[in-house]
DNA sequence: TATTTTTCCGTTACCGCACACGGAATTAAA
DNA sequence: TTTAATTCCGTGTGCGGTAACGGAAAAATA
């Protein structure tokens, strides 16, 4: 049980000890933009030029340059850069609005992180809400975020066409723009950070059948006129539906419609499902975030005998939790998703590297009362 | 359903609009150290000197100087200040050394990314491994570490009195240390990055009986001479006798000792431990990284019959997941804790900040067949 | 060929900070 | 009082870039 590499063992300490070039540390790389300018034999003025293409430069110098800046390994330092070039990076976030507890609160927490970490660079961000049944504000907040001219843009669509239409302006910009939550099938953007919506509801299928003799599952859902605005958890529910078909060939999906702005409707709609099937043990899944209204009714019904799965951290959804009105939870932490979209677009506008990979599927966390509290 | 603020329907995007100076963006702040020496009637060498702690400079000086610096809400830009002070900041970090697919290559992940962060900031990382069931080894390394004067240590620790004598040298010679994985008595440490063992234990337990009739679990463990090194996974398993007695006080707790060198040696003790008892459905449980000991096991005895569950997302562990020979995973990222505690060094270097929280207990994220990839 | 235009490039002044250097003012020693 | 030692502080240079400015060389036009 050697170790693996000598790394540790050797030159312990100094990161540079003189006359080594094991790029081990990758940080000696201490040439400068002069160093260039002299390999090439022009001024740094003329090595500046073809680094940030201002032309300007002869066909000749510029191909000289180029091919020093290669050989030598430059790398600008972005201190200096940022120092130097006192511009005024802009991200601009367009997300659904939200009221207290909800799901999009999360993603402004992370939008909240993310801002943490450009501010450093420099960047400022700013989040523009739009109201997520209402085409009219998703354009409004479009035209905003269009007029103030940000240097990225991260984006949760729930409007198809105008989205794509929004992006196709964007990419005339040259404006580098990431989706959060959902994309579209477009391919202009710089990086998606989401859910992998199939197997999240494929995973919840299985985390509530869990092995166990099931003859029915009810999916609530929310009762909502969708005027071509897209529901992202119908892919989660298909998920869920295809588990249940491959697993439990004789078991029915019941669906069940809920009135979000009503407690009396939604208490009338569940009171009317646990009475047209009398069997107590049932088995519940919410496919969107708000499981805590189906665990509401149980609580204020006294009834403990339903196995209920649903989806993301919302304080009322892990207080429900830990009182096991809900088994489990799936969580996708999008607070993550959007602190790494502004991620994304921070290096690619200071690094100019674009990140690792384009579409980024965030891991489904499965949530019960003894590790949620680990979870914020 | 209106915004919850006003943020994104107001300004939008003019990020800083003038007049304003509500303290959201924080990044107005442009206020320079010549400001401050100009405000303080001094020159920003002055200035420099209080705020570095230099000293030459009279009490009068210094106590205008701080005065103003306050006033004005003077934070210096740190991208001047870490490109006009070519300093070398090195973090060393002290972990045990290991082969490949083990435990503690998960941590060395980690560093990398550590490292790739913290070289943003000209800060340079080095790990120094060591063998965690030899003494002199680890004494050797801290020796090392100690010798190449390092800015600050991340350390996993395993052997305690050593380890306390070490930190009290770092206490010593003003160098912030971190712990990761476990951490000791002592606070002089800046964080501490691990998981919640006893609950991870006691999550384990529930994960593993599930509601079911059980009877006996079987604790798989590693038989190994401890001479007073601590061994990390006993709180572990006391969480896990607890959840046991505490809902299933009729259940056995069996422990089965394997060797993890030898093969032939393992077989033996499992092909006896399912001799004892003829029961095929057993409830196998391993608090270390190596459940994947268990399911080789099982795979070339046609065992299907068992429910197991295990610790870490190692390769072999995740195919045993997917072959059906583990049901679960816990999961602790100890990658990511490596490269927290590398962040929490880089910005106390940084930006004089120390973390959030001292004492950061990870998420434990529970893997099945179904979630497992996205677990990377 | 003389003049204008275009192309291309070097020079230079910062950006905000760190730190060396040298000098004025004050105090101690002679 | 003269000289030496302290104490305190301002100035200046450079870190590695950015970008404005102006001018030389080459090309186009007269």
New binding site residues.
């Given amino acids: 049980m050697k170790a693996r590499n000598g790394r540790g063992r050797s030159g312990a300490g100094r990161y540079r000890s003189p006359g080594t070039n094991s790029g081990v540390m990758e940080e000696g790389n ?1 040439i ?3 160093d260039v300018a002299k390999a090439a034999g ?5 090595v ?1 030029r073809v ?2 293409d201002r032309g ?6 510029r191909e000289k340059i180029l091919k020093v800046i290669k050989e030598l390994g430059y790398r ?2 972005f201190y ?2 940022i ?5 005024n990076y802009l991200i601009s976030c367009i997300i659904p609005e939200f009221n207290n507890g909800e799901f999009w609160e999360l993603t402004e927490k992370g939008i909240d992180q993310g801002r943490e970490y450009a501010g450093r660079f420099g960047i400022s961000i700013n989040a523009v809400l739009y109201d997520q049944y209402d085409l009219e504000s998703f354009q409004d907040a479009c035209e905003k975020v269009l007029a103030s001219r940000p240097s990225g843009v991260v984006i949760a669509p729930m409007f198809r066409n105008e989205t794509l239409k929004f992006v196709k302006e964007l990419t005339e910009n040259h404006i580098p723009y990431v989706y959060i939550d959902s994309k579209l099938e477009d391919d202009g953007y710089l990086a998606y950070y989401g859910m992998p919506m199939y197997q999240s509801g494929y995973l919840c299928a299985d985390i509530l059948t869990d092995g166990r003799d099931v003859r029915k599952v009810h999916v609530i859902r929310i009762a909502r006129d969708k005027r071509g605005l897209s529901d992202p958890t119908l892919t989660r529910r298909t998920g869920l539906v295809d588990y249940i078909s491959e697993h439990y060939p004789d078991c029915d999906v019941e669906n069940t419609f809920i009135d979000p702005k009503s407690r009396e409707e939604r208490y009338r709609k569940l009171d009317e499902m646990f009475a047209s099937d009398p069997d107590p043990d049932k088995y519940i899944v919410m496919c969107n975030s708000r499981v805590h209204f189906v665990a509401e009714y149980l609580r204020d019904r006294g009834i403990r005998s339903c196995r209920v799965v649903g989806f993301d951290v919302l304080e009322k959804n892990v207080s429900a939790l830990k009182d096991g009105y809900v088994q489990a939870l799936i969580a996708q932490h999008s607070d993550r998703q959007a602190a790494s979209a502004i991620t994304a677009i921070t290096d690619y506008l200071i690094l100019h590297s674009g990140p690792q990979k384009k579409d980024n599927y965030t891991q489904m966390d499965i949530l019960n009362k003894y590790n949620c509290d680990y979870y914020l």
Wanted: no cysteine; net charge positive; proline share 4%.
């Fill in positions: 201490k400068t933009i002069n022009v001024s740094k003025g003329t500046d680094l940030h300007e430069v002869s066909q000749k110098s600008p330092n200096a850069s120092l130097a070039s006192r511009k």
